[in-house]
């Protein structure tokens, strides 16, 4: 399943967002579903995608990698 570039290398999927195949309207839709009813899921995966940019994505880190 093609879910779409270098997005792959940002999200960690189920882990700091969610990977969707690009062209699968059900499984966005049920992914939004599910957000919207777990907003407990909504702030664990904004607090580990937050994180995983600090770690990984801030340009200090990036220049001496």
């Given at each position: 399943?093609?879910?779409?570039?270098?997005?792959?290398?940002?999200?960690?999927?189920?882990?700091?967002?969610?990977?969707?195949?690009?062209?699968?309207?059900?499984?966005?839709?049920?992914?939004?579903?599910?957000?919207?009813?777990?907003?407990?899921?909504?702030?664990?995966?904004?607090?580990?995608a937050r994180e995983s940019v600090?770690?990984?994505?801030?340009?200090?880190?990036?220049?001496?990698?």
């Amino acid at each position: 399943m093609n879910r779409v570039g270098g997005i792959k290398a940002q999200i960690d999927d189920g882990k700091t967002g969610f990977l969707v195949d690009p062209v699968d309207i059900q499984e966005t839709a049920d992914k939004l579903v599910y957000l919207l009813s777990n907003p407990s899921v909504c702030q664990e995966l904004s607090k580990a995608a937050r994180e995983s940019v600090r770690m990984n994505f801030l340009l200090p880190r990036m220049m001496y990698n």
